[in-house]
């Protein structure tokens, strides 16, 4: 009998050291020297994708979930990760077991409630709050090389010095007006005799049914508070402009509903030069389309007539496209040449995994020639002689090639002539 309860207590004492034995920061993915956003940002994505709300009947994902706000607990505080760090699972325990106020595993529906706001679950029964969109301008530059980056903007949160209750003291009452049902039922008399009830919303509370004697002074009794909120954005290699990226439920967070999703697209914004272009690269005048990209190369009359000319550009990575031709190769104005693969990478869902080979699509070159715009007087003769000469060996007219005649043409229904007969 003894033996047995001892078996049983080593059992439990086992059984809790297994499950409380993994490693916090493997848990969430991070390194030990993750900060402060990166464990929150672990945990809330860890915590979406093993909610039980997603995943019914998976003991596997629930377990995931309770271990990782269990993480996310202990982490989050500073006091207590400094804690973890020194004395690991051990360490918190004691702590724990010692009073103090400290690290407490929490139920994890209520970490995560107080992550997104709500009851900690998903939609369902939750109303849900609007979702966001947010335009955020990326440079060419950009969808070439791909990009992690950051972006703020205006996000309401739950006011975090009053946890969301409004209240400075967190004492929160029943609204008196209405009796916690945030509307009043009111009499109009229409006439002597006549009532008409009208149903309105309680103005003492605004409808919440609940009251605060003394107000947060950061919320202002509002609960949420709005501050510029940074989100890390990755643009990844040739995505197209306009490409939408869905943060769940990372829209304006309220204790009331579950956050909506913030959906950032992404658009193609004008290179600015102090700021894109450091390295005076060419690439960032170069205009896209899918996964094409044009550029207008520039030839003197010279280059084009006579060849023997080489241009380097550099492309948006600074690798170097050279376009050339030999001396003796002309280049007619407006002619389009395709430099192939020297386009946009083309997106793929594997695109950054090593085994993935990245195509791109083509450069198109465009040449323009640039006519001087003054001839100096000797030059032009000098040149008129030269044309003059080459023209009667092989030269070409225009106008006799061309096919037109010379002179009009008698025509049989051409009145104009048979006048002039
Ligand atoms: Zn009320
Ligand atoms: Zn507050």
């Keep these: ?10 059992f439990l004492a086992f059984a ?29 994505q860890l915590s979406k994708k093993y909610h039980p709300d997603k995943n019914p009947n998976d003991d596997t994902a629930h377990d995931k979930f309770v271990e990782v706000s269990e993480a996310y607990e202990a982490l989050s505080n500073p006091e207590s990760r400094k804690i973890y760090d020194q004395y690991g699972h051990e360490g918190l325990k004691q702590r724990q077991q010692g009073g103090g106020g ?49 972006f703020q903007w205006d996000k309401q949160q739950i006011c975090e010095e009053c946890d969301g209750t409004g209240a400075a003291d967190g004492i929160v009452d029943t609204c008196r007006s209405c009796g916690g049902h945030g509307i009043k039922i009111v009499k109009h008399q229409l006439a002597p005799g006549m009532f008409q009830q009208v149903q309105m919303q309680c103005d003492q509370c605004g409808g919440r049914g609940k009251s605060i004697k003394h107000k947060c002074p950061i919320c202002q009794g509002q609960r949420v508070v709005r501050k510029p909120t940074p989100v890390s954005l990755t643009v ?22 579950i956050a909506g999703d913030l959906i950032v697209t992404l658009v193609e914004k004008d290179p600015d030069l102090e700021v894109d272009n450091p390295d005076q690269v060419d690439g960032v005048f170069f205009r896209r389309k899918d996964d094409d990209l044009y550029w207008n190369e520039i030839l003197s009359l010279r280059e084009a007539l006579l060849g023997g000319w080489t241009r380097n550009i550099t492309h948006l ?6 376009l ?18 020297e386009g946009m990478p083309k997106w793929h869902e594997d695109g950054d995994s090593v085994y993935h080979k990245t195509e791109f699509g083509n450069l198109y070159v465009e040449y323009v020639v640039v006519l001087p715009d003054q001839m100096d007087e000797s030059l032009r003769k000098d040149l008129g002689a030269v044309f003059d000469k080459y023209r009667k060996k092989h030269g070409v007219d225009l106008h006799k090639d061309s096919g037109r005649p010379e002179r009009p043409v008698m025509s049989g229904e051409g009145h104009r002539e048979h006048e002039e007969l």
Aim: glycine share 14%; net charge neutral.
């Design 102 to 150: 400290g690290f407490h595993a929490h139920d994890p529906f209520d970490v995560f409630g107080r992550m997104f706001g709500g009851g900690g679950h998903f939609g369902g029964q939750q109303r849900r709050g609007p979702n966001i969109e947010v335009k955020v301008g990326i440079a060419l530059r950009d969808f070439y090389n791909g990009r992690t980056t950051e």
């Design 317 to 322: 990575d600074g690798h170097v496209v050279r």
């Design 236 to 257: 990844q290699r040739g995505m197209a402009d306009g490409s939408k990226i869905v943060y769940e439920n990372e829209a304006d967070a309220s204790p009331d509903y």
């Design 16 to 44: 809790q050291f297994a499950l409380g034995a993994q490693d916090y920061y493997k848990v969430l993915g991070l390194s030990k020297q993750a900060n402060e956003k990166q464990i929150k940002s672990a945990y809330r």
């Design 1 to 10: 009998m003894l033996l047995g309860r001892t078996a049983l207590l080593f």
């Design 324 to 341: 050339s031709r030999p001396a003796g190769e002309v280049v007619q104005p407006g002619t389009i040449e395709t430099v192939a693969s």
